[in-house]
């Protein structure tokens, strides 16, 4: 049987716009792993600069004399111990968290041990050791180029190293309702626990605050206070965190209508601060799957409710552990005294 045009160009459409967005997720994949690629090498950069300042800042404090006589031919030490506790300082700070600032203030004590390197030049142990405090010059030079350009490499992947520490996750799902009657049902806040499995209540303030509560593993309740930050009837609400919040989120949800008008698709994009800063890329990434998986299964609840007027639950998920196929309790009809 032969579709009309219409309805082929509905289903094409459809199947083009699922492409689109396989193929969008696909290359923010491949985008994320290359800025991963990258700020992990920027990081191994500062850190084995962090391990030479380190290395340098000991040496200046355990010898200071035989280091002065090395780099500008003597010296009673006092002014090598004072460096080697900046090169101590600054290289414990990189490999504590490398951070461009660091490397900059390398840079600009490398700045300095050069124009004391060039006044060392003027004096009577300068002079008789030229050789060596040129020498020192050069590879002071050396040094500092190798800070700026590992400070600039840094500070560029300055983004995707926040975004790595970031959970993200997005879903999406089609309902059989207008986007109208689906933004009306979202936009009220206090409907949000109905299918989100982790949110114990929301309390609407005002027009653009409300008050939410989530359940968290060990039965304690996390509270929070967050804001609309844009809106768009029917098409877009922008929600984040207020700055208080102990868990820093935000997020995104559109409304589109679905092809040949059957129904509105809602797409969910979420992005959560992991709790401790110092969180690393492994720990994130399982986040972001676990807040995906989260969604997931909201999303579907979401549909349940707006189409039906109620959560459809499984015979598995209301009877946890293990239990005959049609398990017998409350309401069960029996028969034969007692037998099913």
Same mark, same amino acid.
């Given at each position: 049987?032969?579709?009309?045009?219409?309805?082929?160009?509905?289903?094409?459409? =459809?199947?083009?716009?699922? %492409?689109?967005?396989?193929?969008?997720?696909?290359?923010?994949?491949?985008?994320?792993?290359?800025?991963?690629?990258?700020?992990?090498? &920027?990081?191994? /950069?500062?850190?084995?600069?962090?391990?030479? =300042?380190?290395?340098?800042?000991?040496?200046?404090? &355990?010898?200071?004399?035989?280091?002065?006589?090395?780099?500008?031919?003597?010296?009673?030490?006092?002014?090598?111990?004072?460096?080697?506790?900046?090169?101590?300082?600054?290289?414990?700070?990189?490999?504590?968290?490398?951070?461009?600032?660091?490397?900059? &203030?390398?840079?600009?004590?490398?700045?300095?041990?050069?124009?004391? +390197? %060039? =006044?060392?030049?003027?004096?009577?142990?300068?002079?008789?050791?030229?050789?060596?405090?040129?020498?020192?010059?050069?590879?002071? &030079?050396?040094?500092?180029?190798?800070?700026?350009?590992?400070?600039?490499? +840094?500070?560029?992947?300055?983004?995707?190293?926040?975004?790595?520490?970031?959970?993200?996750?997005?879903?999406?799902?089609?309902?059989?309702?207008?986007?109208?009657?689906?933004? /009306?049902?979202?936009?009220?806040?206090?409907?949000?626990?109905?299918?989100?499995?982790?949110?114990?209540?929301?309390?609407?303030?005002?027009?653009?605050?409300?008050?939410?509560?989530?359940?968290?593993?060990?039965?304690?309740?996390?509270?929070?206070?967050?804001?609309?930050?844009?809106?768009?009837?029917?098409?877009?609400?922008?929600?984040?965190? +207020?700055?208080?919040?102990?868990?820093?989120?935000?997020?995104?949800?559109?409304?589109? /209508? %679905?092809?040949?008008?059957?129904?509105?698709?809602?797409?969910?994009?979420?992005?959560?601060?992991?709790?401790?800063?110092?969180?690393?890329?492994?720990?994130?990434?399982?986040?972001?799957?676990?807040?995906? =998986?989260?969604?997931?299964?909201?999303?579907?609840?979401?549909?349940?409710?707006?189409?039906?007027?109620?959560?459809?639950?499984?015979?598995?998920?209301?009877?946890?552990?293990?239990?005959?196929?049609?398990?017998?309790?409350?309401?069960?009809?029996?028969?034969?005294?007692?037998?099913?």
């Amino acid at each position: 049987m032969d579709l009309p045009i219409d309805s082929t160009w509905e289903q094409r459409g =459809s199947i083009s716009k699922r %492409a689109a967005r396989v193929t969008s997720r696909a290359l923010a994949r491949t985008r994320a792993r290359f800025d991963d690629g990258r700020a992990e090498r &920027a990081e191994g /950069r500062a850190r084995g600069l962090g391990w030479f =300042s380190v290395g340098l800042g000991l040496a200046q404090l &355990a010898f200071p004399r035989a280091m002065a006589r090395a780099t500008v031919g003597g010296g009673e030490g006092g002014g090598m111990r004072a460096l080697g506790v900046r090169e101590l300082a600054c290289g414990m700070a990189l490999l504590r968290r490398p951070h461009a600032g660091w490397l900059w &203030a390398r840079v600009a004590g490398d700045v300095m041990d050069l124009a004391l +390197l %060039a =006044s060392a030049l003027t004096t009577k142990h300068g002079r008789r050791a030229s050789g060596r405090v040129l020498g020192s010059m050069g590879a002071v &030079a050396g040094v500092t180029l190798l800070d700026a350009a590992a400070a600039i490499q +840094l500070a560029r992947t300055g983004v995707a190293t926040r975004a790595e520490r970031q959970a993200q996750a997005m879903e999406s799902v089609t309902v059989n309702k207008s986007p109208e009657e689906v933004f /009306r049902f979202w936009r009220n806040f206090e409907n949000l626990p109905r299918f989100m499995a982790h949110l114990a209540s929301v309390q609407v303030r005002d027009e653009r605050r409300s008050h939410w509560a989530a359940r968290v593993p060990g039965g304690a309740t996390l509270e929070w206070d967050a804001e609309i930050t844009e809106e768009q009837p029917n098409q877009l609400i922008r929600w984040r965190a +207020l700055p208080s919040a102990e868990l820093s989120h935000s997020g995104t949800v559109r409304f589109t /209508r %679905a092809p040949g008008g059957k129904g509105t698709e809602v797409h969910v994009e979420m992005h959560v601060d992991p709790p401790r800063r110092w969180l690393g890329r492994s720990a994130a990434r399982l986040l972001a799957r676990g807040i995906e =998986s989260q969604m997931a299964g909201d999303l579907r609840r979401f549909k349940q409710v707006m189409e039906t007027g109620e959560v459809v639950h499984s015979d598995a998920s209301i009877h946890p552990g293990k239990h005959p196929a049609q398990p017998s309790g409350r309401g069960a009809k029996t028969t034969n005294g007692g037998r099913r």
